[in-house]
């Protein structure tokens, strides 16, 4: 069983840059398909950007791309969101997640089996 924990969050400013962490012990994160999300108060749990499969090319939601950036780093366990650019309508508690690995991207969080513990951003305007 893997367990996620996410780091990163916190307030800033319209325009500013966070980068949030999330570090997995008891399995090794690149063997799993990849995901974050985010919830924003009253509303559901939406896409952000997910790895497939191992060795996979990060895929992004419309209303992330361009500003945010998922990467991992192997020999820490630990996948990242680097977010610049943000936007009030970005303010949220972000999730990062697991999966058994697919070929094609999977955008539903119901699909996904492992879960953070979530870190509040908040963008100021």
């Known amino acids: 069983q893997v367990q996620l924990v996410e780091s990163g969050g916190g307030l800033v400013q319209v325009g500013g840059s966070l980068r949030l962490s999330c570090a997995a012990s008891?399995?090794?994160?690149?063997?799993?398909?990849m995901g974050w999300f985010r919830q924003a108060p009253g509303k559901e749990r939406e896409f952000v950007a997910a790895i497939s499969r191992p060795g996979g090319s990060p895929y992004y939601a419309d209303s992330v791309k361009g500003r945010f950036t998922m990467s991992r780093d192997n020999a820490k366990n630990t996948m990242y969101l680097q977010m610049d650019s943000l936007k009030p309508e970005d303010t949220a508690i972000y999730y990062c997640a697991v999966r058994t690995p697919t070929m094609s991207v999977i955008t539903s969080h119901h699909q996904y089996d492992a879960w953070g513990q979530g870190t509040q951003v908040t963008i100021s305007s």
């Open positions: 008891g399995r090794i994160l690149s063997s799993y398909a």
